[in-house]
């Protein structure tokens, strides 16, 4: 099975009502008059890192990839639980993990440790606390809203180039937790920008049941000369999100479209129909 | 580094106060006026069970072995997120998760899935809900308790080896979740015995301060003439437990001992003095 194959067999299982259908980063869980945030990413070798990579490097974005999807939800993080292979850069990986949990306020709840024959898979649990009810959901766009994004697109694609001025926006991403939390109240939707802007553009327009235009000339890109890859690149961690044209916004961000009823594709790029999300970005599995 | 010394390293890192220090197998988060049990655990190709095993059989042992953390706490499960990679078997490993799910009531709150090139490692995160504070941990075993197991340990051995009687002993154990939860109010120190119970007597003794006197010929074993082996191999998802010789227990349990004040060993097995942990069970990486 593929990513999306599996993903599909899985909704056939039993879900809770908090799983959003497994249709959103995050699971929801209202407990004892809160509602938490819980995310789990991975990260594997030769899949989401190359075996030469910085460890600490993998491990800062482990944890920004999670704080992310919390950060999408407008949720103060808690704690996070580690699942960790035993490999060669222990030592590099740990250190990392402790300058990302100091540079984002947060702690090691727990997790677990275990010794491994092949490539290193890396687990994060991440745990927060919403700030906001209802908690901001993909599937709430609606006609007539506005489209932003918070931060430029790309800077990781050129890091990931060995461009000097973004190579920390690939090695070492900043999660959006405070933007998000300012946006929470007033957008219609909102997600973290992972497989890239058109892709998670796509997404969150097919489960609004909506269209998403969006106009390229609007997009912040990190090179201008090329951006159709920038807006197809992931790994920038900015926020996608949807809200009335007449709301004033808490943070800066960049309008970049409108919202309109469902047409036949639910992407529009400069007038141009996108159906088909192939080719949008970056699709695993 | 091996799991002793990554786990010291990781106590190092900005920890949780409800992380215990990284001396219990969960987390406890007091979250509005209840208290959230959070555990993570992974199972690796190779490691914790063969290429050729039936990956709906490793589902289950999953979540039992996450389940079986929440008993030990006396948690009541509310949910699990799965950490998936992709691999030849999903087929079979959703067939196993179904079951597991639906056999213990559980549901699934969200997750991820990875696509990765080499042995496959899965990861699980179960929240459970604290049924009774303070929540049981390893650490509160007092001197003149009695000390108790709720069955007998060797059968996921047999199973292992291929005694029919015992295969679903080993391929589909059942975490004590009811004992756990009807035990939680009485015990003075709980864990579940994954990795043998005369190694996890030791750890128990060793992180209460005291010292566990164990009377083999009382330990429940599923072979007589192989106790020794019984009482050191582990995934019989038993729980260990201390309490007070007067206490009533609501549950059937074996009483295999009695805590005594901090001797030179942690442990006495039969009178003998066993300080080291070596050899007592099994120890991973």
């Given at each position: 099975?593929?990513?999306t194959e599996?993903?599909?067999?899985?909704?056939?299982?039993?879900l809770h009502?908090g799983?959003?259908g497994?249709?959103d980063?995050?699971?929801?869980l209202?407990?004892?008059g809160?509602?938490?945030?819980?995310?789990?990413?991975?990260?594997?070798?030769?899949?989401h890192f190359?075996?030469?990579?910085?460890?600490?490097?993998?491990?800062?974005k482990?944890?920004a990839?999670?704080?992310s999807?919390l950060?999408a939800k407008?949720?103060?993080?808690?704690g996070?639980?580690l699942?960790?292979?035993?490999?060669?850069?222990?030592?590099?990986?740990?250190a990392?993990?402790?300058?990302?949990?100091?540079?984002?306020?947060?702690?090691?709840?727990?997790?677990?440790t275990?010794?491994?024959?092949?490539?290193?898979?890396?687990?994060?649990?991440a745990?927060?606390?919403?700030?906001?009810?209802p908690?901001?959901?993909?599937?709430g766009?609606?006609?007539?809203?506005?489209?932003?994004?918070?931060?430029?697109?790309?800077?990781?694609?050129?890091?990931y180039?060995?461009?000097?001025?973004?190579?920390?926006?690939?090695?070492?991403?900043?999660?959006?937790?405070?933007?998000?939390?300012?946006?929470a109240?007033?957008?219609?939707?909102?997600m973290?920008?992972?497989?890239?802007?058109?892709?998670?553009?796509w997404?969150?327009?097919?489960?609004?049941?909506?269209?998403?235009?969006?106009?390229?000339?609007?997009?912040?890109?990190?090179?201008?000369?090329?951006?159709g890859?920038?807006?197809?690149w992931?790994?920038?961690?900015?926020?996608?999100?949807?809200?009335?044209?007449?709301a004033?916004l808490?943070v800066?961000?960049?309008?970049?479209?409108?919202?309109?009823s469902?047409?036949h594709?639910?992407?529009?790029?400069?007038?141009?129909?996108?159906?088909?999300?192939?080719?949008?970005?970056?699709?695993?599995?």
């Amino acid at each position: 099975m593929n990513e999306t194959e599996f993903v599909a067999a899985l909704r056939k299982l039993p879900l809770h009502p908090g799983a959003r259908g497994l249709e959103d980063d995050c699971a929801v869980l209202p407990v004892g008059g809160e509602t938490l945030i819980i995310t789990h990413d991975m990260m594997a070798e030769d899949t989401h890192f190359h075996r030469d990579a910085d460890m600490a490097d993998v491990a800062w974005k482990l944890l920004a990839a999670n704080l992310s999807d919390l950060a999408a939800k407008g949720a103060e993080p808690l704690g996070v639980l580690l699942g960790y292979s035993l490999g060669s850069s222990d030592a590099r990986f740990l250190a990392g993990l402790d300058e990302a949990l100091r540079a984002h306020g947060v702690t090691l709840m727990g997790g677990d440790t275990v010794a491994t024959t092949g490539t290193s898979t890396y687990g994060m649990t991440a745990i927060g606390r919403a700030t906001c009810l209802p908690v901001p959901s993909r599937t709430g766009a609606q006609p007539g809203d506005a489209i932003y994004v918070t931060g430029p697109v790309g800077r990781a694609m050129l890091g990931y180039e060995g461009d000097e001025e973004h190579l920390l926006a690939f090695n070492r991403p900043v999660p959006r937790l405070a933007e998000g939390i300012a946006l929470a109240p007033l957008v219609s939707a909102m997600m973290d920008i992972s497989d890239g802007l058109l892709l998670d553009c796509w997404r969150m327009a097919w489960i609004s049941g909506v269209t998403l235009a969006i106009e390229s000339a609007a997009v912040p890109v990190a090179a201008r000369h090329r951006s159709g890859e920038c807006m197809r690149w992931g790994d920038d961690y900015e926020l996608l999100f949807t809200a009335p044209e007449a709301a004033r916004l808490p943070v800066p961000a960049i309008r970049i479209g409108t919202v309109r009823s469902r047409e036949h594709a639910p992407l529009l790029l400069d007038q141009t129909p996108l159906a088909d999300p192939a080719n949008l970005g970056y699709r695993h599995g």
